[in-house]
């Protein structure tokens, strides 16, 4: 691990992952400032903390004093101020996998996440059960963890844990950011068709997971979805030995059975010529299936059921994963990080399992790269047909996109009217007064964004719980 004290500015510090990076090169002993026009909690309290100053306007200023380093975020692109005059004095620059990888991970044992779904709250699992038995492991969370006091922490184990995402590493390299991280074992959840401004099809997916698959040792390991078909697929061509999970027969750790038990769901699982019962602090099949890679990624740790179970009953899971902000006599309000027709439909059939006689009113964002364009408009009806009620916001920034090319609301509204649903697209103007109006008692309402709905959320907690 690269230790020698440099001055580093983050050039996007106030994005999640950005902003973690910027905390463990302070914990490396860097100088570390930065710079971003958008920092929002929890992520500003974080920097604050670690007194980890950043200029909210971006300047060629900024960079007077001459860093050694400039760590660009991969939403920064040509044309800002900052990284015109980092090129222009020929300063030194690297993305942030590649800060990871050199400054961070060097030498130590990697172990990704990676995936379509599930990669932020199995990063957080692995982390949680390995720090809570005794393994004091690096880690690096695409969200905000609960057990955790911040997104990313160097740990003083030879080991590191990181959310490993298929999107570019930056302007100047098209390449996944998983392939900086030189894996020693790696998960993948699950392949499916995602972030539609980085890829033009699933094959170009499959051909980057493929890639991951390639850089994984011989002495490590692939655990991978058994019920996933490109997954299956890409493990044939694995030199590392290969953990299968999932509900096939054939799965190295299978799921028997899932029940729930109130707000907890107890898992029967199969493996290594066993069967053990395991009570989760999460929901839906969908985690027992994230809670099944960990133990397989961990296999080498040989944790026993006891150990196991002790850090379960201690995980806290991740902010905005049904997340509860607001349950009252009148109306439970939930806001949930969904904004894949694949993950909005297995959300809301957990909450068609914990209310099946309430009133489910969802709302959703069109914000995501993938959301907003018209591939899975089928899809997206059949995941939305699950909700008695739907609001929708506009198409994010629509002016980016065709006609012919994005989301078609009207059809959305007409497909969802069809199914008996009623539908409301969401007006610029006095947003929570629209949406209060037609909440009725007993009402179960979720927002589900990659975003914040310009506030939204907040104003309608707050006023619904006013109104108590």
Known sequence: MATKPIRTHFIGIGGTAMAGAALLAHELGHSVRGSDQNVYSPTKEALKENHIHYNTEYSAKNLSYKPDLIVLGNAIS?????????????????????????????????????????????????????????????????????????????????????????????????????????PTRAIINNIEFDHADIFASIEEIERTFAYLVKIIPQNGALVTNM????????????????????????????????????????????????????????????????????????EPYNLSAVQIQSALDTFRSVKRRLEVRLDNKAVTIIEDFAHHPTAIEANLKILRTLYPKRRLVLLIEPR???????????????????????????????????????????????????RGKKFYLLPKESRTPFVTEKLQEGDVVCFMTNGSFSGLIGDVVEKMGEEQ
């Not at 996440?113 to 990063?123: D, E, L, M, Q, Y």
């Not at 694995?238 to 299978?254: C, D, I, N, Q």
């Not at 012919?404 to 009207?410: H, I, K, M």
């Open 78 to 182: 040509r044309g800002n101020v900052e990284l015109e005059e980092a090129l222009n004095q020929r300063f030194r620059i690297f993305s942030l996998p590649e800060f990871i990888a050199e400054f961070v991970i060097g030498a130590r044992q990697s172990l990704v996440i990676a995936g379509t779904h599930g990669k932020t709250t199995t990063t957080a699992l692995v982390t949680h059960l390995l720090r809570h038995n005794g393994v004091d492991v690096g880690y690096m969370i695409g969200g905000v963890a609960e057990n955790f006091s911040q997104s990313a922490a160097l740990g003083s184990a030879d080991v590191f844990v990181i959310e490993g995402d298929e999107y570019d590493t930056s302007i100047f390299d098209p390449r996944s950011k998983f392939l900086s991280y030189r």
């Open 227 to 298: 019920d996933n078909e490109i997954c299956c697929r890409l493990a044939t061509r694995s030199l590392a030995p290969v953990l299968t999970f999932g509900k096939s027969e054939k799965a190295t750790y299978r799921l028997l059975q899932t029940q729930y038990i109130q707000n907890k769901m107890r898992v029967t699982l199969g493996y290594s010529q066993k069967e053990e019962n395991f009570t989760l602090p999460i929901l839906g099949e969908h985690n027992a299936m994230n809670f099944l890679a960990a133990l397989a990624l961990l």
């Open 368 to 418: 995501s790269n993938t959301m907003v364009r018209r591939f899975f408009q089928e899809r997206l009806v059949d995941a939305l047909s699950a909700a008695d009620v739907i609001f929708s916001d506009d198409i994010y920034r629509k002016e980016k996109y065709s006609v012919g090319e994005r989301l078609d609301l009207a059809r959305l509204e007409n497909d969802l009217k069809t």
